[in-house]
Every structure is written in C-alpha cells, then in structure tokens.
T-cell receptor, first 115, second 115 residues
C-alpha cells in the first residue's frame, strides 16, 4: 500500500513568489493535514482538511492556504514568500473520524528554500 | 492550551546502552499520545502510540507507558543500536480542542548512538 506522497521534494523560490505543494494521501484516507518544520519553531500545525472542508487551522498568516479535492488529494499554497518560510513542509493523512486515537501517517516532506 | 515538553538533546549513548527520553504533557482532555521518529532527510514515522491511561505502546524494542497521574509518556529502549540514531518527537492529540486529527508536538530529542 503506497504511503503519503508529496511533490515536489525540493524547491527553491525567490522572495515575493508563490509556491504550491501537493500531497496524495494513503488510499482510503480522507483526512489530510499539513505541518511546517523549522529548526527554530519545530513542528507546527498549519491546517487539516476532511472531505474538502477545512476542519482545523493553526496560527499562520493568511498567506498560507490549502485545499482538498474530491479524491482527497490536497495542495497547500504560500503566497508572497518570505525568507522565514524556508522549511520542511510535511503532509499527513489518516482515516476519517473525529476521535484523537487515529494513527496519522506522514509523507517525506517538501523542502522549500526561499532566497 | 495543549503542550508537550521533551528533554533537550542531544542524547549521546554507546551501543547497547539503556535509553530514556522524557516526555510530559499538558492537555485539557484525555489525549492520545504518540512517539514519532525522524531519520536524517526524511519525514516522520510513527514509532508507537497509546490512547488511554496505563496503555503501553511498543514497537521495535521501544516502549512507552501512558501515565495520567504524572502526565508523562517516557520513551525507553533496553539496548540501543547505531541505527536508532535519529530525532524523536513526542506528540499528543486532544479530543477536547479539535474535532479532527491535529497533533501537538514536543521540540524533539536528537539521539546519537556511538559504536
């Protein structure tokens, strides 16, 4: 069974540009969430989507947005990139359900460098 | 709000030594608790989890027991190997503050095992 797939794995962007990252969840998983990992701030929750609806949102500016498609694939977008957006962006998927015991599986991440 | 506190690293051990990585948490509800591992250049892999008090999660020789009275979930392994060198993250999911699958992470503990 294929795991969580993220593309692209590595990318370099210039300040002011925008970027779109893609995530394909494990087959059958309807919940997709995104995290940002930086050396200074650690792992921080961005948002979660379930059945094409945003169900939870972390404390990030509006430049960070996402969406989920009917096949559960998800994209996140960062507009007007800043140097501080350089990070590893991790996508995670899990089965549906609203309780906290679901196992959450992570992809290998997309490494974004802003120059 | 919810929080997870881990011992700061790096933790340096010799092969076959005993490992303990401390993790304590603060949550409004009765959370599920997780340990994830991150190898260099990779995403997060679930190591083990526990969903209620006194549960013991175990995998690949690692163990952790959900202690509600001390709000702790310490990770242990009886005999570490060089291949265990990685960063370990403790995390929780609190059903009281989110309807979905959102994880709150500790800061991570880097483990280095020397031959």
């Amino acid at each position: 069974k294929a795991g969580v797939t993220q593309t692209p794995r590595y990318l370099i962007k210039t300040r002011g540009q925008q970027v779109t990252l893609s995530c394909s969840p494990i087959s059958g998983h309807r919940s997709v969430s995104w995290y940002q990992q930086t050396p200074g701030q650690g792992l921080q929750f961005l948002f979660e989507y379930f059945s094409e609806t945003q169900r939870n949102k972390g404390n990030f500016p509006g430049r960070f947005s996402g969406r989920q498609f009917s096949n559960s694939r998800s994209e996140m977008n960062v507009s007007t990139l800043e140097l501080g957006d350089s990070a590893l962006y991790l996508c995670a998927s899990s089965l549906a359900g609203g309780h906290s015991g679901n196992t959450i599986y992570f992809g290998e991440g997309s490494w974004l460098t802003v120059v | 709000g919810d929080s997870v506190t881990q011992m700061e690293g790096p933790v340096t051990l010799s092969e076959e030594a005993f490992l303990t990585i401390n993790c304590t948490y603060t949550a409004t509800g009765y959370p599920s608790l997780f340990w994830y591992v991150q190898y260099p250049g990779e995403g997060l892999q679930l190591l083990l989890k526990a969903t209620k008090a006194d549960d013991k999660g175990s995998n690949k020789g690692f163990e952790a027991t959900y202690r509600k009275e001390t709000t702790s979930f310490h990770l242990e392994k009886g005999s570490v190997q060089v291949s265990d060198s990685a960063v370990y993250f403790c995390a929780l999911s609190d059903p009281n503050n989110n309807a979905g699958n959102m994880l709150t992470f500790g800061g991570g503990t880097r483990l280095m095992v020397k031959p």
